[in-house]
């Protein structure tokens, strides 16, 4: 089975600009958490879905979002790029309901730099 | 912010030795999961441990969880050069608006094995 991608692997973009960054997840997992890891905050959580649903969201600002899709495809957006949104973003499935409760997969993540 | 804290924040031990680190959290929480990272495999999962259990054997590695002290230890018996990675504890707790908050992230131990 084929593990989780991330596309783009690597972004750079500038101030103001947005993005969008795109996961898709192991055949039959039907969670998707995104999470961000920076060197000063480590990894943090962003939001997780579920059959298209967001179920949780982490504390991070509206310029964040994300959606899934129904074959549980999920893409994030962050508009309005700031120096500070410059990190690896990190996607995440699990194959049951659970959610975060089960064995994450991580993907490789996209290299964000925002100039 | 931080659920867990790892500590020690670097360990670096000779190959065939083993390696213990510890982890702490605040609030209550549902599981605990350790994942290694390091810069060829990205963010791997390695062991859950759920709140009801006190311990659990992957292999060469052996997780302790006391709820009591909120407080886990991981122990990588037998070190080899592949385990030179940084370490992860993660929690999940219950979320005020229901269902599973995101998975909560220490800061992590790097792990360096001497040959």
């Known amino acids: 089975k084929a593990g989780v991608t991330q596309t783009p692997r690597y972004l750079i973009k500038t101030r103001g600009q947005q993005v969008t960054l795109s996961c898709s997840p192991i055949?039959?997992?039907?969670?998707v958490s995104w999470y961000q890891q920076t060197p000063g905050q480590g990894l943090q959580f962003l939001f997780e879905?579920?059959?298209?649903?967001?179920?949780n969201k982490g504390n991070f600002p509206g310029r964040f979002s994300g959606r899934q899709f129904s074959n549980s495809r999920s893409e994030m957006n962050v508009s309005t790029l700031e120096l500070g949104d410059s990190a690896l973003y990190l996607c995440?499935?699990?194959?049951?309901?659970?959610?975060?409760?089960?064995?994450?997969?991580f993907g490789p993540g996209t290299r964000l730099t925002v100039t | 912010s931080q659920q867990g804290e790892e500590d020690p924040q670097a360990l670096s031990i000779q190959e065939g030795e083993n390696a213990t680190m510890n982890c702490s959290y605040k609030?209550?929480?549902?599981?605990l999961q350790w994942y290694r990272q390091n810069s060829g495999r990205g963010l791997v999962h390695l062991i859950l441990?759920?709140?009801?259990?006190r311990e659990k054997h992957s292999g060469r590695l052996r997780v302790t969880l006391d709820t009591s002290k909120k407080s886990s230890s991981l122990l990588i018996t037998a070190s080899r050069a592949a385990d030179t990675a940084s370490y992860f504890c993660?929690?999940?707790?219950?979320?005020?608006?229901?269902?599973?908050?995101?998975?909560?992230f220490g800061k992590g131990t790097h792990l360096i094995i001497q040959p």
């Open positions: 441990i759920r709140s009801n259990e």
């Open positions: 609030t209550s929480i549902n599981n």
């Open positions: 055949s039959g997992h039907r969670s």
């Open positions: 993660a929690t999940d707790a219950w979320a005020s608006g229901g269902g599973a908050d995101g998975l909560t």
């Open positions: 879905y579920f059959s298209e649903t967001q179920r």
């Open positions: 995440a499935s699990s194959l049951g309901n659970r959610g975060v409760q089960d064995e994450q997969y």
